[in-house]
């Protein structure tokens, strides 16, 4: 009996040596898996706080570039007006010397250096007239406000005469040329 009792003792000692060492083999292991977890949830605490600051500098990028694009609108057209101001102040200038001299003459001199000098200003800011003399009547260019008959087989479909100068900023229509064409 006493054997008996002494390999059972054994066995149940070698029991609970084995469920122990099981044991602390399963706590390494779930030991390992929380400083996994530990290293996961840092890396999306890291990851959270990235996506939170590029969230932010979109923001900021996107409000930034709607302030810009509102200031360009608003302030857009100050470069052509600030080139327009010298032909201003030439019609002022021409409009109190044509008080002080009655030769039609000079005033039709000086309203002609004046015109060639806002049309100068204006080719530098892109804008350039649209051709009409002999040309064919082009529906991307041209309005046909007219259609004269009788012009012949030469003139049909080309443009006979220009109401109204059309004009192009930087190719593109701004105002197309109101036009005769000949039928």
């Not at 100050?78 to 102040?89: E, G, N, Q, S, W």
């Not at 009655?102 to 007239?129: A, C, H, T």
Request: net charge positive; charged share 40%; proline share 2%.
């Amino acid at each position: 009996k006493k054997r008996k009792r002494k390999r059972k003792k054994k066995r149940i000692k070698k029991r609970i040596k084995k469920r122990i060492k099981k044991g602390k083999k399963i706590e390494k292991e779930i030991k390992k898996e929380k400083e996994q977890l530990e290293a996961a949830n840092q890396e999306i605490a890291s990851l959270k706080d990235q996506l939170l600051r590029k969230i932010a500098e979109f923001d900021n990028y996107r409000k930034r570039t709607l302030k810009e694009r509102q200031e360009l609108i608003f302030n857009g057209g100050a470069k052509a007006i600030t080139a327009l101001l010298p032909v201003i102040d030439d019609m002022e200038r021409a409009i109190a010397n044509g008080a002080k001299t009655d030769d039609p003459q000079v005033l039709r001199e000086g309203m002609e250096l004046i015109y060639q000098k806002f049309i100068k200003i204006l080719e530098e800011q892109g804008v350039s007239k649209i051709e009409t003399e002999n040309a064919d009547f082009d529906t991307n260019l041209h309005e046909a406000i007219a259609l004269v008959p009788g012009m012949g087989e030469d003139k049909k479909g080309k443009v006979i005469d220009c109401m109204a100068t059309g004009y192009k900023l930087n190719d593109k229509v701004i105002r197309y040329a109101k036009v005769a064409v000949g039928q």
